[in-house]
């Protein structure tokens, strides 16, 4: 069966309303337009992400559930403290961006593919340098072995991607994103789509409309530029 998208101009950076999008697949929006940072923190204020493979055209989405942590749903358990003190790690905000982003893409055991492509490691890389998107790095003595990144829009961070060189070292830069955020900001963190690993972690599914709602609240409560000074993360954060 044929499928009609919306085609977005490459001039015009608003987006269809987010209840046109499809069911099937569930949350398929648009194509076309750019990555432009406009367009790009445009779509996240209004719970749109970019999302493509290899070979598509640039498709946009808005899926009927998000994947969202509550603040302070992220803790740390007995095993991730066994892990946290074996490997000896250490946390930094915002030192190594272009190589978090760029392990993130790297082929994976079940996944050689990715869809974190070049001209979406420039495009975030860009919201980086702009001051909008961020990364968690985790780190055994100068080996960057774990992180996240993701773009804040006022108190809510919306994680885009993670990885792991050391097992649970993905998740552990999770719990250190909440608690930095909650040191200025309730916590909340998106992560997309639902799916059984972040569901295991604590994630909630949210239905869009609440999640808007929940976009809406967050984009009024604004976190110091300060907050995201490159820098280490103080050791004692997981303690909080």
């Known amino acids: 069966m044929a499928i009609y998208l919306p085609e977005l101009s490459a001039h015009d950076v608003s987006f269809p ?135 804040q829009v006022g108190s809510l961070f919306c994680g885009e991607s993670m990885f792991n060189r050391l097992p649970d070292t993905a998740k552990l830069a999770l719990i250190v994103l909440q608690q930095h955020l909650q040191q200025v900001a309730p916590g909340w963190i998106d992560c997309q789509m639902p799916n059984p690993f972040l569901l295991q972690l604590g994630a909630t599914p949210l239905p869009r409309p609440d999640y808007i709602v929940l976009l809406q609240a967050c984009a009024k409560q604004q976190v110091p530029a300060s907050h995201w000074r490159a820098g280490p993360l103080a050791p004692e954060l997981l303690d909080a």
């Open 17 to 151: 309303a987010v209840q046109s999008a499809l069911t099937e697949p569930d949350g398929l929006l648009a194509m076309g337009g750019d990555l432009s940072p406009a367009r790009l923190l445009n779509a996240y204020s209004q719970a749109i992400f970019p999302w493509f493979s290899q070979g598509d055209p640039l498709l946009w989405w808005s899926p009927s559930q998000r994947a969202v942590f509550a603040p302070d749903s992220l803790k740390l358990n007995r095993t991730l403290k066994k892990q946290l003190h074996r490997y000896q790690l250490h946390f930094s905000v915002n030192t190594a961006f272009a190589q978090v982003i760029a392990l993130c893409a790297a082929p994976r055991a079940k996944q050689p593919g990715t869809w974190i492509l070049p001209k979406m490691q420039q495009a975030y890389l860009q919201l980086h340098l702009q001051g909008y998107a961020h990364s968690i790095e985790v780190w055994q003595q100068d080996k960057l072995v774990g992180g996240l990144y993701g773009v």
